[in-house]
């Protein structure tokens, strides 16, 4: 089967400003990408360039198989879009908009799924009420039923819970991993690293148009990962014993090792301490955050 969305060598100049440099990837049927970077990347202008809203300075773009080149209308009937900025006709309400969404895609209005997204999204009871009447929030919601409102196979979420509530963002995570268990390929960017971390499958890092990484979430995290083990004893400790690394805080009554691929686990370093007979009070264990394996790559840390 062919990949949902493949990229092969895309170049994108604004003036002498290079946006994308090459960028190759691929992404798989029924997965969740997330598109990781700082502002300025290149995550939204690859993002526009698949959806036929830039154009490409060089490159190939393929969905569902087809070459955007050869075929840049039919793909698009399949694509959802939340894009960062809020982009509707304030006079309609939220149900006439939904409605003239399905009619952009060539679907006869359908009043069921139209309920079905907005009872998700928590926005039934502003079924009727028009779009310029919402707060911040509820339009950041209705941008997400429009952009699946007509049910796409591949749908890119732009920043979707920027500027939103927590109770949005976990809305819209129960709602994608439903479009995931239909089948439905997400892509990803977002600046709350824990929206990637819970959601991914793979992960790509992106920075000044090029892409620095691509892997599976989780092999990631494990190879990149650090955890880190903090220990507080009942009474001051001297030292550490032999073979032990790690830092022992200055009143000597904590310690704190960092674990990384390579090196001692937490599991070997607390089998010393207790053999050692150290006064342990307690134990406990701060988990890899792919946010701290984001900024190590953007800082020039180990990638492969």
């Known amino acids: 089967m062919a990949p949902v969305l493949e990229v092969a060598g895309l170049v994108k100049h604004y003036g002498t400003h290079r946006a994308l440099d090459g960028v190759s ?11 990781l970077g700082p502002n300025g990347a290149g995550k939204t202008t690859l993002i526009g360039a698949a959806c036929g809203l830039v154009r490409k300075t060089s490159g190939t773009i393929k969905i569902f198989g087809l070459d955007l080149d050869q075929d840049p209308i039919s793909p698009r009937y399949r694509i959802g879009l939340v894009p960062q900025e809020i982009n509707f006709d304030p006079f309609f309400t939220v149900r006439e908009s ?17 309920d079905e997204l907005l009872a998700a999204l ?16 509820m339009k950041r919601r209705l941008l997400i039923a429009k952009a699946l409102v007509h049910r796409p196979k591949l749908v890119f979420l732009d920043e979707p819970t920027a500027g939103v509530d927590v109770e949005l963002r976990r809305d819209l995570w129960t709602y ?26 793979r992960v790509g890092i992106i920075d000044q148009g090029q892409l620095l990484l691509l892997e599976e979430k ?12 903090t220990v507080r004893f009942t009474s001051r400790v001297a030292a550490l014993p032999p073979g032990v690394e790690g830092v022992l805080a200055a009143d000597q009554l904590s310690f704190s090792f960092t674990e990384r691929t390579g ?42």
């Open 25 to 35: 990837l691929q992404i798989e049927a029924g997965e969740i990408f997330a598109l």
């Open 122 to 137: 928590s926005l039934t009871s502003k079924a009727e009420a028009q779009t310029r009447q919402l707060s911040g929030g």
């Open 176 to 201: 994608v991993r439903k479009l995931k268990a239909e089948g439905t390929t997400v892509v990803l960017t977002t600046h709350y690293l824990e929206e990637a971390e819970e959601l991914a499958d």
């Open 263 to 304: 090196t001692q686990t937490s599991a070997e370093v607390l089998s010393v301490l207790f053999a050692a007979k150290l006064p342990v009070a307690d134990v406990s264990m701060q988990p890899a955050k792919l946010e701290d394996v984001l900024l190590r790559v953007l800082k020039g840390g180990p990638a492969s």
């Open 218 to 229: 989780h092999a990631l995290m494990k190879r990149l990962g650090e955890r880190t083990l």
């Open 98 to 114: 939904l409605r003239i969404q399905q009619g952009y895609f060539g679907q006869n209005p359908d009043d069921a799924r139209i």
